[in-house]
């Protein structure tokens, strides 16, 4: 029996789409560049890197596109379009990727193990970071185009000060390819929606196009890219006051003690979400915002997916690697030692304690009044 293994559609182990032999089969489609993309690292990074997909299909039309990301980003990655094949980080599909070759593989992450990953996987081609070859597991760039996000994390002048390209545009160069604008993309579906809508009417608001989103937290690696709880629940009250707003204290779990304390010192009635839902969930809640405040967290990447205007808060990490899109602004510390990406500091006020309400208000203001 003669099977077209090299058939997009092929899966060897349960029946293609067209659930009939090869022979003869007009659904016959060639494979195309195999390609494997590698990024695991952090969950807004790996968000942030969804315009990648766009850009490699636009390239390579005929390809076909492989994610391996970690357990936790998977939602985020689930139905994208564009995408072949999501493969999670654990061993059983690390040891079918091994077993594969790919024509290129893309790893866009720098710690070790992924990195040795990226050398040990059989292709053409390999573009973005592998890990060098004198034994001591640091990274090297696969391309000449690579180099430039190497030095951009062992200089802190070029980082801090000189750089001025964006996350996209730095792996689209580092990849040989012309970033155009590609945004991030991130699908909600019904079922996804239903949480927040359950949320909206035991809490009896039907104007939900009035809703202002505070995302209060951050991630444990960064303690202290969060914004003050008091500023928040002096933003809160003011919003209510003098925009109408419904404000809805946004977060999970770890965000839960965080918005109760916000709750008790705002002086007017806001609306907590209690961390109850999933990540998707979570997304249903952000769809809804008529405007959102949040710091360099998930939460920022996910609104921005969902196209709702953003107002982000800067002081620890830098802010030229961000891109908005033109859907929102940002405040941006200005203490001289910011950014410095140290997950501790001593100095009171600190960079995030000295972003004011004086300096939010009117950027918030602007995106409230701004066209949807």
Not at 16 to 28: F, I, P, Q, S
Request: glycine share 8%; net charge neutral; aromatic share 8%.
């Amino acid at each position: 029996m003669q099977f077209n293994t090299d058939c997009r559609y092929w899966r060897g182990d349960k029946p293609c789409k067209e659930n009939r032999l090869c022979e003869g089969c007009g659904a016959y489609t060639k494979l195309g560049l195999k390609i494997l993309l590698i990024k695991v690292g952090a969950r807004g990074d790996v968000l942030r890197t969804t315009p990648l997909v766009a850009g490699l299909k636009k390239k390579y039309p005929e390809s076909h596109l492989t994610w391996l990301t970690a357990p936790e980003s998977e939602e985020l990655l689930r139905d994208l379009p564009g995408l072949d094949e999501l493969r999670v980080f654990k061993i059983e599909n690390l040891m079918e990727i091994l077993a594969r070759c790919f024509d290129l593989v893309i790893c866009l992450d720098k710690e070790p193990g992924i990195t040795g990953l990226a050398e040990k996987v059989k292709a053409g081609r390999k573009q973005g970071w592998g890990m060098a070859p004198n034994g001591t597991g640091t990274p090297r760039a696969f391309n000449p185009e690579a180099e430039y996000s190497l030095v951009l994390g062992v200089y802190d002048e070029l980082k801090f000060q000189q750089n001025q390209k964006t996350y996209l545009q730095i792996i689209f160069e580092a990849l040989g390819l012309e970033y155009a604008g590609e945004p991030y993309v991130f699908q909600l579906t019904a079922e996804d929606r239903k949480s927040c809508q359950v949320f909206f009417r035991r809490s009896e608001i039907e104007k939900e196009k009035n809703i202002l989103g505070l995302f209060t937290g951050c991630g444990r690696a960064w303690p202290r890219k969060r914004w003050t709880e008091e500023w928040f629940a002096r933003l809160a009250e003011r919003a209510r006051q003098e925009l109408n707003a419904e404000v809805l204290l946004l977060g999970g779990p770890k965000e839960r003690e965080i918005n109760e304390r916000i709750q008790r010192l705002a002086g007017v009635p806001l609306l907590d979400t209690r961390g109850e839902h999933t990540l998707r969930e979570f997304a249903g809640f952000l769809e809804v915002c008529r405007t959102i405040v949040t710091g360099d967290t998930l939460a920022l990447h996910m609104a921005l997916a969902l196209q709702r205007p953003t107002l982000a808060l800067f002081g620890p990490t830098s802010s030229r690697e961000i891109e908005m899109f033109r859907r929102g602004e940002k405040i941006v510390s200005q203490m001289p030692c910011s950014p410095c990406y140290r997950p501790e500091c001593d100095k009171s006020p600190d960079c995030m304690q000295n972003i004011t309400l004086d300096e939010v208000w009117p950027a918030l203001v602007r995106l409230w009044n701004s066209p949807a």
